[in-house]
């Protein structure tokens, strides 16, 4: 009897295993976790995930301060994901704020032609492993001229990401859009809540202020990460089924 009953109880192990799925989030600073996250007003939209899901999503947050799609393959950031991937698992995918750094040999990527590559790299060999791509264009930044009108600060990074989803048939997710809709609904003042905007004094995380229209505070990055999630249930993605209601 003892061999059997080992056997279930090593099956039902995996079984458990299993049922999680991974998602691992691949991008820059505005989706990377922040240091001391008690005390640090700044947050990644993708830091704040886990708070959406229920207990059978584990959010790997693999996006880094600075990387553009170039960087984060050339410093094998990439590869790092990829041979961890499973079936199942998805790939979120937020490049563009670091490959417009054209003074940074490094980093900086033609939108047309390596930016595109690279994402569609990611793609391709995300799906080689049986998990599920999705792209996201990248989130504006606070950027309202004396007008009062948001102006664009991306270029055409956000475009390729578009055409190319088209192309090979990739759920996306146009946070572009929908962040600029966010900003506007909050206005050129209550816009300042969702970034990061302190007084000299005003909190101890920055002693001497700061004002910051890119990174977002923890409203801004729960806002964030909700347009993300209803945007995901709106496509009918299988990953719905694990959103907390």
Not at 31 to 43: G, I, Q, R, S, T
Not at 123 to 129: A, G
Not at 178 to 194: A, C, H, M, P, Q
Request: include cysteine; proline fraction near 5%; aromatic fraction near 12%.
């Amino acid at each position: 009897m003892r061999i059997p009953f080992l056997v279930f109880f090593i099956l039902l192990s995996f079984t458990g295993k299993a049922q999680v799925t991974t998602i691992y989030c691949i991008g820059d600073s505005t989706m990377a976790d922040k240091v001391n996250p008690l005390e640090n007003p700044e947050h990644g939209w993708a830091q704040v995930l886990p708070e959406f899901f229920n207990e059978y999503i584990q959010v790997a947050n693999r996006a880094v301060n600075g990387r553009s799609s170039k960087s984060f393959i050339s410093e094998g950031r990439w590869d790092a994901v990829s041979k961890n991937l499973f079936p199942g698992d998805y790939v979120f995918i937020q490049f563009g704020h670091n490959d417009q750094k054209f003074k940074d040999s490094t980093r900086y990527t033609n939108p047309h032609t390596t930016y595109r590559a690279n994402l569609k790299r990611f793609v391709l060999e995300t799906r080689e492993k049986g998990a599920y791509p999705i792209l996201f264009s990248s989130i504006v930044r606070r950027n309202f001229n004396e007008f009062g009108t948001l102006v664009d600060t991306h270029g055409l990074y956000p475009m390729e990401v578009r055409l190319l989803a088209r192309e090979m048939n990739v759920p996306f997710v146009d946070l572009q859009y929908l962040t600029e809709r966010l900003e506007t609904s909050y206005g050129v003042e209550g816009s300042k809540s969702l970034h990061l905007h302190f007084q000299k004094g005003e909190h101890p995380f920055y002693p001497n202020g700061k004002i910051d229209n890119t990174h977002l505070s923890k409203k801004g990055a729960m806002e964030v990460a909700g347009l993300a999630i209803a945007e995901i249930k709106s496509l009918g993605l299988p990953l719905s089924k694990f959103i907390k209601h």
